[in-house]
Nanobody, 115 residues
Framework: EVQLVASGGGLVQAGGSLRLSCAAS????????IGWFRQAPGKQRELVAV???????VLADSVKGRFTISRDSATNTVNLQMNSLKPEDTAVYYC?????????WGQGTQVTVSS
């Protein structure tokens, strides 16, 4: 059974850092595209970052230079390091994996950045 469990969210002041983790089970993250998305209140869910072995990473323009996505093959986890956080980064963050034609989502983790 495919499962994604997101963790690491919290409340932080502007300029601070958080590290989100997406622990995967039921498949190997090395073999698929894994992404982090976020959804702020009243807004559509948007792509933050994706990673795929052999293809590198892609980051949204709004987070380039501040966020980094990486993979830990030993723990089958994909991490999102978020630095220089801004109030506009406040959202629920979700990790995602597309396997065959099915999209799997983690449960979401709240990130709140205070000004």
């Amino acid at each position: 059974e495919v499962q994604l469990v997101a963790s690491g969210g919290g409340l932080v002041q502007a300029g601070g850092s958080l590290r989100l983790s997406c622990a995967a089970s039921g498949f190997t993250t090395d073999d698929y595209v894994i992404g982090w998305f976020r959804q702020a209140p009243g807004k559509q869910r948007e792509l933050v970052a994706v990673i795929r072995s052999g293809y590198g990473t892609v980051l949204a323009d709004s987070v380039k230079g501040r966020f980094t996505i990486s993979r830990d093959s030993a723990t089958n986890t994909v991490n999102l390091q978020m630095n220089s956080l801004k109030p506009e980064d406040t959202a629920v963050y979700y990790c995602n994996a597309v396997i065959a034609t099915t999209a799997y989502w983690g449960q979401g983790t709240q990130v709140t950045v205070s000004s």
